[in-house]
């Protein structure tokens, strides 16, 4: 593995007596990838605020190739490090040749490398035609990608993704992971937060985060593999009722339903509990490959269920 763009060491943020993130640490290369995967509230957000050095970490220590984005040479992270938040980031009243004049003007670059990095930016998100559009006036899609333009135009070598697809419609979403694997395949270190788990399992490496913490962390696949409890389809009996039932079994972790089946994750060793309940049911079990949605609630469960609720 090549030498660590991004490093974090036991992070933690508090607001008041709430911990956002709690003790989160990790080391991401040049040319990967990495996920921050996790439902609303699971801290994502603020651990990339921090990694931005938009905010200061209550205890632990972030590295952007090796310098401190809270210390004395805070300068140079902004030259090398690039940000699209969630929210708002772009000047609405502004046109996208506006927009991305203003970001021309922010990290003063030469007319002649604004120039070939904007009409470059402009091809590969195909937003050339729209360039006297006002940013207020651009689909979801098209916001984003030219949120990730401006973003990009003093050509970071580190991204910080929050949410990027989040209100943009299929085929956007689809277009905006292909310019992202493009930068990837650059070697560009790109670190993207996401709360959905087709998209996880897109990313090198992925941290299931709960309540601001990590649960687990590595290769989507190679965390699939490790599943340890049983994912399975119902066959059989009647929909609704098999999902009331199916609540009140300690063994069932999540249900879901999967055309006219349900779709069940049972925990370990409770397989043959579940097999008793439905046969009074008329239904059975059939064994089903797990899929990274399966695993994350999994997790989620095995983690709401082992320790006490936090303070708010």
Known sequence: MSESALVADALVRRYGKNEAVRGV???IPRGELYGLVGPDGAG??????????LVRPTSGSVRVLGVDPFGKESSKVRDVLGLVPQDQSLYGDLSVQENLEFFRSLYGLSAKDYASRRDRLLDITRLGPFLARRATQ???GMYKKLALSCALLHQPEVLLLDEPTNGVDPVSR????????????QGMCVVVSTPYMDEAA????????????????GAPSAL???FAGTAAEIEGGDRETLYAQLAELPEIV?????????????APHGEPAVAARLATLGA??????????????????????SEPARAA
């Open 25 to 27: 640490s990790f080391a």
């Open 44 to 53: 994502k957000t603020t651990t990339l605020r921090m990694l931005a050095g």
């Open 138 to 140: 651009l689909s979801g």
């Open 174 to 185: 689809r277009e905006l992971w292909d310019l992202i694997y493009e930068f990837v395949a």
């Open 202 to 217: 897109r990313c090198h490496r992925v941290a299931l985060m709960h309540a601001g913490r990590f649960l687990r962390e």
């Open 224 to 226: 699939v593999r490790d």
């Open 254 to 266: 999540a249900a879901s339903p999967a055309g006219a089946k349900l779709r069940v994750v049972i």
């Open 284 to 305: 059975h079990l059939v064994p089903s490959p797990p899929d990274f949605e399966d695993l994350f609630l999994f997790e989620i469960h095995a983690a709401t269920h």
